[in-house]
């Protein structure tokens, strides 16, 4: 009769850093009882084996990422809490006079992530010319290069964290920030300054290819329009005209309007029919949202909603649509913008300069204000008409991806 206990015992053995080794023993215990009366005897038996886990990331690797993530965060942290602070100044009537809940809640929990977002090109670029210069300085950097590290490996990393940013500024631009900055606009409209349009005269728009409506006047206080008409075209000719001296828009059921001292004239060549009533229930596939656009409006749009709202404008002929289009250009723009401003700063800063780290931070607070700027500027170009959106977003990137190629070049010569 003989009973076994397993014991497993694990120990990580070091490692060169790409490579962990594992070492699993296995200690047996097997009692054989003697018949003979003879003492029971116990043995142990040990047995080992290894597992290797190989890890994709060398420790070069890992420092640069773990230097470069560590010092976005803690400057987009820190500048977060000055703009904290100037915005604060600036709206402190506003935020005396509302509820300490709906500031919290309703502004800055949208307000912040808002501008971080926003000022994410600045923070990467101030991140990776802060902690490279200092590399530089501690001569690190000429370390690397000389155990054999080429430049263009140098550059892997950066280009990794770059790619993280990225993809967490895209999720953030396009589907997370959006919906959080319709309690942010309202608060501001609420407490700060109004910016939505309360109403619009003389409002035409096609509700769907063939079908033309008209607003005399139309208060989005009340949802309410007047002198309004429907005409429906065929072959361009007109074959139904449809009149309310008053229309209500109901916002418990989407497209549902409730018309008020109406006529409908439909025509048949020479032969028209007349119908009349106080009262009509129909289904116009128009909103308020469709006619009366706020200045903050594609702000609260996801990208795709985006998307969906420029097809529909463009099919009714609505022509105040190009903030819509630059703001899902400007989306996509800054999700590119941390390769090229990430290249931009690793090149400038690798190299040890005598002025110490404060020339290579002014030049890149001035390279990164600059592209702001100028970001700023081509997108008045589309809205005048000079150019299209997406043409006006990827100006910038263009400029400064020929400085980030010209100056990765230079760097890697030495």
Do not use: C
């Not at 080992?48 to 803690?74: E, Q, V, W």
């Not at 490996?153 to 993280?164: D, F, N, S, T, V």
């Amino acid at each position: 009769m003989a009973e076994e206990k397993d014991q497993i015992m694990i120990n990580e053995e070091a490692s060169s850093g790409d490579e962990v080794s594992v070492v699993a023993s296995i200690e047996s215990d097997s009692i054989i009882d003697i018949p003979d009366g003879e003492k029971t005897e116990k043995k142990k038996k040990k047995r080992s084996f290894k597992i290797r886990f190989h890890n994709p990331l060398p420790i070069i690797d890992r420092y640069i990422l773990g230097k470069f993530l560590g010092t976005y965060f803690l400057a987009t942290l820190l500048l977060l809490l000055v703009i904290a602070m100037f915005d604060t100044t600036e709206k402190l009537d506003a935020f005396l006079t509302a509820p300490i809940k709906e500031t919290l809640f309703d502004y800055f929990a949208s307000f912040l992530p808002y501008f971080a977002n926003q000022l994410s090109p600045l923070f990467v670029f101030i991140s990776v010319i802060f902690f490279t210069t200092k590399l530089a300085d501690n001569s690190e950097i000429i370390a690397m290069l000389s155990s054999g590290i080429t430049f263009r490996r140098l550059l892997r990393p950066y280009m990794i964290g770059a790619a993280i940013i990225a993809a967490m500024t895209f999720a953030l631009s396009n589907y997370i920030i959006p919906p959080t900055n319709v309690n942010r606009i309202a608060y501001t409209n609420k407490y700060v300054k109004n910016k939505a349009v309360a109403y619009g005269t003389n409002i035409q728009l096609m509700v769907r290819p063939g079908e033309v409506a008209y607003f005399g006047r139309f208060d989005n206080t009340t949802k309410q329009g007047y002198r309004f008409s429907l005409d429906k075209f065929e072959d361009k000719a007109i074959v139904s005209r449809l009149t309310a001296s008053s229309v209500e828009y109901d916002t418990t059921r989407q497209y549902h309007w409730k018309l008020r001292d109406y006529m409908i004239r439909d025509f048949d060549g020479m032969n028209e029919k007349i119908r009349k009533g106080s009262n009509l229930d129909s289904i116009i596939p128009i909103e308020p949202k469709d006619f009366l656009i706020s200045s903050n409006d594609q702000e609260m749009l996801t990208t795709p909603q985006l998307t969906e709202y420029i097809r529909k404008q463009k099919m009714r002929g609505v022509a105040n649509i190009k903030s819509f289009e630059i703001e899902k250009e400007k989306r996509l723009a800054e999700t590119a913008a941390a390769f090229i401003l990430t290249l931009i700063g690793m090149s400038l800063s690798s190299k040890k300069v005598k002025g110490g780290m404060g020339i290579n931070i002014g030049i890149g607070l001035g390279l990164s204000f600059s592209y702001i700027l100028f970001s700023t500027i081509t997108s008045s170009f589309a809205i005048n008409g000079y150019t299209s959106p997406a043409v006006a977003m990827e100006i910038p990137n263009i400029v400064y991806l020929i400085i980030g190629i010209v100056l990765y070049r230079r760097a890697s010569k030495f």
